[in-house]
DNA sequence: CTTAAATTGTGAAAAATATCACGACTTTAT
DNA sequence: ATAAAGTCGTGATATTTTTCACAATTTAAG
């Protein structure tokens, strides 16, 4: 709970720099400028070295950023070097998607335990990931405190509830229900069917520049 | 390509306010408050106050929003007669989350065909949507203008390289590539691992206010 | 009919975010 | 050694978004 000063905005695109540092450390390039980020990662080059100079000087005028130092910064910054454990709540297809989704691997965010109804799933295990039962989440849930919600929108609020109960404070809400929280958990809503209308929304109202 | 007037953090909330006003009009309500409304989707009262102004007086004062005719006001703004058809590429886990999400079916987008490079998925249907092969796009993409892109990020480039070619303008990019395209069309991007990572980071950096 | 309670719509202010633009410094080329 | 090109960090500015707070109006209650 340290330094609260970071825009909210900067620390949202934090993972992202961090990924894509991570892909150019791997492929062996030395230095990096804002400008090139920028094309990576799709984000104003002004706005990159304004995000990263909340975190102080950390790129050199006239050659840019050394990509090791760069990353090893994020890394502490992130704390990349403890492990998060995360519940996925929900082996549907959507859930089965998570855990078998690389990105997460290779990343502080461990899917370690999964939960679900349906009775045939509960014992089994997929990506070697254990699937207990949503009943018992009192006795397998252990101290994990991060959930994400990958199940049908009418069982939403009634799932919380349990979840909440249990400990969780974060959750990562994939069902379009908007679910009710006690003030110390943080939700975070990602919504297929609005993003996509808005997308469309988007397409006929605000029109975009030509190509060159 | 009407007006460009409304902010586009507003026109994001519209699709969320088009739903739960749908649920409002099934529930039999006949008029809500602002108040009331913020409760259900999680936006402060006074935003959606001024969200709704920026298409006129559409409340009455001391009375609240008459629902019907204010469900009638969206669903024409958002285009709800008209249906816009979508592809789907990419038909694993992920993809069939899609199809058998039935909340984009009670809905004016519909996803009418499918593409993936699996010959053992091409020629099947999933949910009654046809699957195709992605190397086949421009026989039976058609008139199809927007497409979520479902697929491993290591082949995003490429076959976004092959919608904008077919004619996609629009693109939903659930992979973790930050894919480049003309500018004539518009991608957003919603990135698993990052949002996860941003609600850890956010869970340990924020504190929430502690419950009443 | 009168009064109290509820609620909108919005001007104004505040807060958050993004962008411009340039001095200072580093690297690269000649 | 010098000049040219590249790049950061940041003050200042612009833009966008949210929030406050209240007059105006409607409804509901007595």
């Not at 894509?20 to 920028?38: D, T």
């Not at 110390?184 to 397409?203: C, G, K, M, N, S």
């Amino acid at each position: 709970m340290e330094q609260n000063k970071i825009p909210q905005a900067t620390a949202k695109r934090l993972p992202l720099y961090y990924r894509f540092l991570n892909n150019l450390y791997q492929q062996g390039k030395k230095r990096v400028s804002s400008k090139e980020l920028s094309e990576a990662v799709k984000v104003d080059s002004a706005t990159i070295r304004r995000d990263f100079s909340y975190f102080g000087a950390l790129g050199k005028k006239g050659y840019g950023y050394n990509v090791e130092y760069l990353l090893g910064f994020f890394r502490s910054t992130l704390d990349q070097h403890e492990i998060t454990e995360v519940a996925l709540i929900g082996v549907g297809n959507l859930g089965t998607a998570f855990l078998k989704y690389s990105f997460l691997k290779n990343n502080n965010i461990r899917i370690t335990k999964a939960f679900d109804k349906d009775p045939n799933k509960v014992g089994t295990e997929v990506e070697g990931v254990p699937i207990y039962s949503i009943d018992e989440m009192d006795k397998h849930l252990g101290h994990i405190r991060v959930a994400i919600l990958a199940i049908p929108a009418s069982e939403a609020d009634a799932v919380t509830d349990i979840l909440v109960k249990h400990g969780i404070i974060g959750i990562l809400n994939f069902t379009p229900a908007r679910i009710t929280v006690p003030k110390h958990v943080r939700v975070h809503h990602i919504d297929f069917a609005v993003e996509l209308q808005a997308l469309v929304y988007f397409l006929k109202h605000y029109p975009l520049e030509k190509d060159e």
